[in-house]
């Protein structure tokens, strides 16, 4: 009981980049740059799905989705990185604070994975059962897979987040990154993790391996598929539609099996600190800007939603001062 209270009143610091604080101002800049894109590039790509009546379709549906799990993803850790960077490592987070920030990052990332995959076989049937596609991928099955994504994120997220928080802590409180994350707040308890480290390798295998083998499986049917296809212009169209997806996937499976795959004796926590960035700030940024360049329809789309929006913007200010 006594070792109990004494976690529930220790605070994790996080270790800064550097020790220099110029190089920790910059650091902030570069980090606030990239999550005010991802929030407004996200935002704009779920807003613009939902008022769009062109882009009610399953595959534009998952896109918002996916969006919104992006822009909330990166909103679990950016705020309390922020804080850290310029307060030099010195912005304390209480155990409980950590916890639910691993709940959510766990939570979200995973259905963000799961719904990568879902992405993958729309695309299959999209293009290797066209007549039967809007049969097959029907609303209420849409919306099945989306919360079924979502689902499978918090059953695999809770019982882990509480199984680590479970752990002892001791003196060393300083997280050698710059969010909660699962090996680098393993590595603080002064207790036997090999039973956490397992539960850590089974629910990544989980998440990464079994969707990106299902988004594999899918792919080869597609370009099965589209081999049969005999004009080039609908060869380019079938893959246009899953260029982005097959980037986006590239992206965030890679850097997310990089680290919670490897065994865990191979763990770096600075190369953990470095790959984090690329799926917690520079991903959710690149999202949007990958599927509206790749996308014609959704450029079109946001074309004028832009323009019907700084077009109403003007003449409400022109309007307003010839009042």
């Not at 609303?139 to 919360?147: D, F, I, K, R």
């Not at 689902?151 to 990154?177: A, K, Q």
């Not at 081999?227 to 997310?256: D, E, K, M, N, P």
Request: hydrophobic share 50%; glycine share 4%; charged share 10%.
């Amino acid at each position: 009981m006594e070792e109990t209270n004494k976690t529930a009143r220790i605070q994790f610091f996080f270790r800064p980049f550097s020790a220099d604080p110029k190089v920790q101002v910059v650091i902030f800049v570069a980090f606030l740059a990239m999550y005010l894109a991802s929030i407004s590039g996200n935002a704009i790509i779920a807003l613009t799905v939902q008022i769009n009546h062109s882009l009610r379709t399953p595959m534009y549906f998952f896109l918002a989705n996916l969006a919104f799990l992006e822009l909330s993803y990166t909103s679990s850790i950016a705020p309390l990185a922020l804080a850290n960077l310029l307060s030099m490592g010195k912005t304390p987070v209480s155990i409980t604070g950590c916890g639910t920030q691993m709940f959510f990052f766990v939570f979200l990332g995973g259905a963000d994975c799961v719904l990568l995959a879902v992405m993958a076989y729309d695309r299959f049937v999209a293009i290797c059962y066209p007549l039967r596609y809007t049969l097959i991928m029907s609303w209420p099955l849409c919306v099945g897979l989306v919360v079924g994504s979502l689902v499978l994120g918090f059953l695999l997220s809770l019982p882990l987040t509480v199984l680590i928080f479970r752990l002892p802590f001791c003196n060393n409180n300083e997280i050698y990154h710059f969010y909660c994350d699962m090996p680098a707040v393993m590595r603080l308890a002064c207790a036997d993790t090999r039973v956490h480290q397992t539960a850590l390798c089974i629910i990544s295998f989980t998440v990464l391996s079994l969707p990106l083998s299902l988004i594999s499986v899918s792919y080869v049917f597609i370009m099965a598929a589209v081999l049969q296809i005999r004009s080039a212009g609908g060869r380019h169209r079938a893959l246009s539609t899953c260029s982005s997806h097959i980037f986006v996937v590239l992206l965030q499976y890679g850097c997310t099996s990089f680290i919670y795959l490897s065994p865990s004796s191979s763990y770096s926590p600075e190369m953990g600190q470095v790959v984090s960035v690329v799926y917690t700030f520079i991903t959710p940024v690149l999202n949007p800007l990958i599927y509206s360049m790749r996308n014609k329809e959704l450029k079109d789309a946001l074309r004028k939603a832009l323009r019907k929006f700084f077009v109403g913007w003007f003449y409400d200010l022109f309007k307003s001062g010839h009042m």
